[in-house]
C-alpha cells in the first residue's frame, strides 16, 4: 500500500509539473493578459488623474495619471450649485426602481417561456424575437409617450418603454430550463404550486444570472440620458448625466462667449470639469461591480449556453 500510495503521489506530482513549453505560453498570456488590462484601464487613469489637474496642465502635458499641482477647482465647479446632488438622488431612485421593474417583468415572462408545457410557447418566444430586431421609431414612442399615455415629465417615462429587454429575459430564461425538472417536480408532489415553485425554487437557485442581469439594467439606467432629456422638463427631477451634460455646455461656452458671469468662481477649468463629469458619472456604478462579480461570469455563461 505504501509503494502504491507512494507511485499515487508521485504520478500526481509529475502531472502537475509543467514543461518549459508550457511555462512559456502562461508566460505570454500573461503578458497579453497585462497589456490588455493596461490598455482598459489607462484612459479612465488619465481622465481621473487630469480631473485634479489644472486647465493649463492638460493642455501642456499628453498624457498624464498624477498631476504636479493637484486641485479640486473642477469638481467645485461641478458641486457649487448643488445641481448635481440633486441629479445623483434622481438617478439612483431611476435606477434601483427602474432596475427593480426590469427584474419584475424579466423573471415572471422568463419562468413560464422556460416550462416546456406551456402552450403557446413558440408563439410568445417568436414575439419576443421580433421586438429585439424592430422597433416603433423615436417619433412615434414620443408621441406614444406623451400624448397617449401622459407619461410626459414623469419617470415612468423612463421606465415603462424599457420595463423588458428581449435579450436579458432570454438569459434568464435559458438558466430557468437549466434548473433539472427533478427539483419542480419535487415540489409540485410536495403541494407547491407555480407560485411558490417560481419564489422558492427557481429564484433562490438563479442568484448568479439575477445577479448579472441586474447589472445589465442598472447600468443602462444609470447610463441613460436620451429619454430623460426628451420625456423630463422639470429640472428638479433631472438625471445626472443631463446635468453634467449641462454642466459641460455650460463650461464650453466660455470659449464663446466671453461675458458669462461667474460670481466669485471666475472662469472655469473646461477640460478638466469634463473629465471630473466623466469621473462623476462612472464611480457610483462601479462601485456597486466587486459585490456581484462573484455571480457575473457564472450567470451570464450558463445563462447563455443552455437553451
Not at 477647482?73 to 458641486?79: H, K, L, M, V
Not at 429585439?132 to 414623469?154: A, D, K, Q, R, W
Not at 422639470?234 to 458671469?261: F, P, Y
Request: one cysteine or more.
Amino acid at each position: 500500500m505504501a509503494t502504491k500510495a507512494g507511485k499515487i503521489e508521485k504520478g500526481t506530482t509529475g502531472f502537475n509539473h509543467r514543461s518549459p513549453g508550457d511555462m512559456v505560453i502562461q508566460i505570454i498570456l500573461y503578458i497579453i493578459t497585462g497589456i490588455s488590462a493596461l490598455i482598459c484601464v489607462l484612459p479612465f487613469l488619465y481622465v481621473f488623474g487630469s480631473s485634479f489637474a489644472s486647465e493649463r496642465e492638460i493642455l501642456e502635458r499628453a498624457f498624464f495619471i498624477i498631476p504636479k499641482q493637484p486641485t479640486v477647482n473642477a469638481y467645485t465647479y461641478i458641486f457649487h450649485e448643488g445641481s448635481v446632488f440633486n441629479g445623483l438622488k434622481n438617478s439612483v431612485i431611476v435606477t434601483v426602481i427602474g432596475t427593480a421593474i426590469n427584474m419584475f417583468v424579466s423573471c415572471t415572462m422568463a419562468y413560464p417561456l422556460s416550462r416546456k408545457y406551456l402552450r403557446g410557447r413558440n408563439f410568445f418566444m417568436n414575439m419576443v424575437i421580433i421586438i429585439m430586431l424592430f422597433g416603433g421609431g423615436m417619433v412615434p414612442s414620443y408621441l406614444l409617450i406623451t400624448n397617449l399615455l401622459h407619461l410626459g415629465n414623469t419617470y415612468w417615462a423612463l421606465w415603462l418603454p424599457g420595463a423588458m429587454s428581449a435579450f436579458n429575459m432570454i438569459i434568464i430564461k435559458n438558466y430557468f430550463q437549466g434548473i433539472p425538472d427533478d427539483l419542480e417536480e419535487a415540489a409540485v408532489i410536495d403541494g407547491a404550486n407555480d407560485l411558490y415553485i417560481f419564489l422558492r425554487v427557481m429564484l433562490p437557485l438563479s442568484a448568479p444570472v439575477l445577479a448579472s442581469v441586474s447589472l445589465f439594467y442598472a447600468v443602462g439606467h444609470w447610463n441613460a440620458y436620451f429619454g430623460a432629456m426628451m420625456y423630463i422638463d422639470d429640472q428638479s427631477k433631472e438625471v445626472v448625466q443631463i446635468c453634467l451634460r449641462r454642466i459641460i455646455m455650460l463650461t464650453s461656452a466660455i470659449n464663446d462667449n466671453g461675458t458669462i458671469d461667474w460670481g466669485t468662481w471666475g472662469a472655469p477649468p473646461t477640460k478638466a470639469v469634463r473629465n471630473a463629469t466623466t469621473v462623476v458619472a462612472t464611480v457610483p456604478i462601479l462601485v456597486v461591480y466587486p459585490f456581484i462579480q462573484k455571480f457575473f461570469t457564472a450567470g451570464v455563461m450558463v445563462g447563455s449556453v443552455k437553451g
